[in-house]
């Protein structure tokens, strides 16, 4: 399943509507949407507004793929539970936030294991299927950093 979160501060139309356009497109695919208080309601997913923490959790653990804004809320969820995600970042000349900041977010986490940046609408399905071929070859991301820095961090404190 992929789970479609926009957030909790503010509505994210764009992206719901290009999932809900989506779903039309990939009919062997299944997708939930959480989409705030926007004025798009999607026809062609199921969906609620907000979900509790639990219920929150409990879309992230059925899904193998998430697609979110890109808040670090979310990314960190989709580390946490080693699920895959794709960020398509908010723009602030859209509407869409108060700030740029998700763009430089995107570019930041960009390239890192797990992580994929949607940066155009239309090649969300592109991404997707992408994002599906690579979790077929392994392609995840790691719940802690890498041991040799972990090792540098417990010689630093031991040297302390």
């Given at each position: 399943?992929?789970?479609v979160t926009?957030?909790s501060?503010?509505?994210?139309d764009r992206l719901?509507k290009?999932?809900d356009e989506?779903?039309?497109?990939m009919?062997?695919?299944?997708f939930?949407?959480q989409?705030g208080e926007?004025g798009?309601r999607?026809v062609?997913i199921?969906?609620a507004e907000?979900?509790t923490?639990?219920?929150?959790?409990a879309?992230?653990?059925e899904a193998?793929?998430?697609v979110?804004h890109?808040g670090?809320g979310?990314?960190i969820?989709?580390?946490?539970s080693n699920?895959p995600?794709?960020?398509l970042?908010?723009?602030?000349?859209?509407g869409?936030?108060?700030?740029?900041?998700?763009?430089?977010?995107?570019?930041w986490?960009e390239g890192?294991?797990?992580?994929?940046?949607?940066?155009?609408?239309?090649d969300?399905?592109?991404?997707?299927?992408?994002?599906?071929?690579g979790a077929r070859?392994?392609?995840?991301?790691?719940r802690t950093?890498?041991e040799?820095?972990?090792?540098?961090?417990?010689?630093?404190?031991?040297s302390?």
């Open positions: 399943m992929i789970f926009i957030g501060l503010f509505p994210f719901v290009v999932a989506l779903a039309t497109q009919p062997d695919e299944s939930f949407a989409i926007g798009h999607p062609n199921p969906y907000m979900l923490r639990g219920e929150f959790m879309k992230v653990r193998d793929l998430i979110a890109a670090m979310s990314v969820t989709a580390m946490e699920t995600i794709i960020l970042p908010r723009i602030l000349e859209w869409e936030h108060t700030t740029d900041h998700q763009i430089a977010t995107a570019k986490l890192r294991p797990g992580i994929h940046v949607c940066w155009e609408d239309k969300l399905r592109a991404t997707i299927e992408a994002v599906r071929a070859m392994g392609q995840t991301m790691q950093a890498p040799p820095f972990l090792n540098r961090i417990r010689d630093f404190i031991a302390a």
